[in-house]
């Protein structure tokens, strides 16, 4: 464990421009006490080591599950990881999850941001957190300001906390199927009134549709991998856009933004709605169910397009 204490001579600030885990009350990750937890997890030795990988292969959700898996580069990695992300007591939570099974949820304060942000230890929520609030993914620059947003696939609330912060004049609906993501969503939302919560999937129909675990032979894992489909499955139901827009009093959508696990497919197939739609910005799984791609690229003729990670933005050309 000797890369706390070398993380934490690097990290004169604190925790080197990310937030800590709770209210630290500003007080300083030194050395010291990255050293001390450092000589913390090296008591628990083999048998924490032991212990990480084996509940993490049994799993199959954590996001360290899969760090842990590969070697001791990775073990490091992921450590530093939460060290940076979380801070001292962030490596404490997810040591004590691994052995204990508790917390189950800990408290990230975003920079810049004043409520805090639920997240379940040792699982995708904490990439998820990374690649909305930390580094957004979504952070394109649009030559308008939305208005009106629909967040499809809002898992735990993340994004949508990232667009009514950036653009607070913006009404924004986060729709989410699978009950676990919705009921930590509708706790991190709270405190946003322009955020509204629905429980359901965007689909190309109104009625209901079953939400299944994720397949790991498709490459598919974790909280964020849940998908949507026809058949067999925790049901839930399932809303088209002209409904959503009718319900939510929504004339037009400024921002749609999706990213619902290969589900674009069936939504962007039968497609009469996207004259209503100013922007998308979209993540496509033909990993997942080849085709997606293709789908929306086929109705989004009049858009430009550029990427930004695995996103991709169409913006209706004027």
């Known amino acids: 464990m000797k890369f706390l204490a070398e993380e934490g001579a690097k990290t004169k600030s604190g925790n080197g421009g990310y937030t ?43 996001y360290l599950g899969i760090i842990y898996n590969q070697s001791a580069v990775s073990i490091r990695s992921g ?15 997810a040591g004590a999850n691994c052995l204990l099974g508790r917390p189950r949820e800990i408290n990230a304060y975003p920079p810049g941001i004043r409520n805090p942000v639920r997240l379940r230890v040792r699982t995708t929520d904490e990439v998820v957190y990374r690649d909305t609030l930390l580094q957004p993914q979504y952070a394109f620059e649009l ?3 939305p208005e009106t947003i629909v967040d499809a696939g809002a898992n735990i609330g993340t994004a949508s906390i990232y667009f009514t912060l950036r653009y607070p004049a913006a009404k924004v609906i986060a729709i989410e199927p699978e009950a676990s993501n919705f009921a930590l969503l509708t706790r991190n939302v709270q405190p946003y009134p322009a955020i509204t919560a629905v429980h359901a999937a965007l689909w190309n129909r109104d009625g209901e549709i079953a939400v299944s675990e994720p397949d790991p032979t498709t490459g598919a894992f974790g909280k964020w991998g849940f998908v949507t489909h ?10 088209s856009m002209p409904t959503l827009k009718k319900e939510m009093q929504l004339p037009s959508v400024d921002l749609l933004k999706i990213d619902i696990e290969g589900a674009e497919k069936e939504l962007f197939e039968a497609c009469d709605w996207i004259d209503g739609i100013r922007c998308l910005m979209i993540e496509s799984h033909d990993r997942l169910k080849p ?6 690229n086929r109705v989004t003729q009049g858009f430009s397009r550029s990427q930004r990670g695995e996103i991709t933005l169409y913006l209706r050309e004027l």
Do not use: H, Q
Not at 20 to 48: E, N, P, S, T
Not at 79 to 93: P, Q, S
């Open 291 to 296: 085709g997606c791609s293709e789908a929306v």
């Open 230 to 239: 026809a058949g067999p499955g925790v049901k839930v139901r399932a809303i």
């Open 20 to 62: 800590d885990y709770g209210k630290y009350a500003g007080a300083k990750l030194d050395a010291m006490a990255a050293a001390a937890i450092g000589r913390f997890l090296a008591v628990c030795g083999l048998a924490a080591e032991r212990c990480l990988r084996n509940r993490c292969a049994r799993d199959g959700t954590s």
């Open 79 to 93: 450590l530093t990881w939460y060290y940076r992300a979380f801070g001292v007591r962030g490596i404490l939570a």
């Open 143 to 145: 030559p308008f300001s």
